[in-house]
């Protein structure tokens, strides 16, 4: 079983401030992704990364790949309170295994 | 164009009791998926059903759990003499193929008392 952790767990952060959180495992990953969930929402996916050490950047958020493939980092610029949601990193290419999250809050 | 949707959004039953929740998936999509989500927690693989394959059922948690598919649409979800620790989210995806994106639907919140 491929064990992804992702940490911090929480983060609650004022409106303008910039962030990182990190999906790690010692197994190597042919892809990972990233999803955001709402409270009462499915998760929806925001970037899938394939190439160790691949940044892909999808407006004020900015994925990483390790060289490795074995960790991604997701870092949010100027954080707004509609960042505000668990994200949840994921490997797999039919049964997607889970990291447990991060739930993060952005106050205004 | 609709998406997964599921159904009770929320369902709760007593301990002892049988429930069936239910997933219908995007038209089109030949690959359907359902995941669990226990509170603050991620998403832990259930089932997976693919075309008109045997199902994938190696994320079952105990007997108690069955699901089906009716060719490439609905799908039930069956727990039989549920027990408090099956409380949580039950979460349905599905996909183009196998390997494709995932699109979830928004979950059946089970709480057993």
């Known amino acids: 079983t491929q064990l992804l952790e992702q940490s911090p767990q929480f983060l609650s952060i004022q409106e303008g401030e910039n962030l990182t959180v990190y999906c790690n495992s010692s197994?190597?990953?042919?892809?990972l992704q990233w999803y955001r969930q709402e409270p009462g929402e499915g998760p929806v996916l925001l970037v899938t990364?394939?190439?160790?050490?691949e940044v892909k950047k999808l407006k004020r958020l900015t994925f990483q790949f390790g060289d490795a493939r074995k960790d991604s980092s997701l870092h949010i610029t100027a954080a707004q309170p509609g960042d505000t949601g668990l994200y949840l990193c994921?490997?797999?290419?039919?049964?997607?295994?889970f990291g447990s999250g991060t739930r993060l809050q952005v106050q205004p | 164009g609709a998406g997964v949707s599921q159904s009770p959004s929320n369902k709760v039953t007593e301990k002892g009791k049988d429930v069936e929740l239910r997933c219908d998936p995007i038209?089109?999509?030949?690959?359907l998926y359902w995941y669990r989500q226990r509170l603050g927690q991620g998403l832990e693989f259930l089932i997976y059903?693919?075309?008109?394959?045997?199902?994938?059922k190696s994320g079952l948690p105990s007997d108690r759990f069955s699901a089906e598919r009716t060719g490439e649409s609905v799908s039930t979800l069956t727990i039989q003499r549920t027990q408090q620790e099956d409380s949580a989210v039950y979460l349905c995806?599905?996909?183009?193929?196998?390997?494709?994106?995932?699109?979830f639907g928004p979950g059946t919140r089970l709480t057993v008392l």
């Open positions: 994921s490997a797999g290419r039919r049964a997607l295994t």
């Open positions: 197994s190597v990953f042919s892809s």
């Open positions: 990364v394939v190439t160790g050490g």
């Open positions: 038209s089109g999509h030949t690959a």
């Open positions: 059903f693919q075309g008109n394959s045997a199902p994938d």
């Open positions: 995806a599905s996909s183009l193929e196998q390997g494709h994106e995932q699109f």
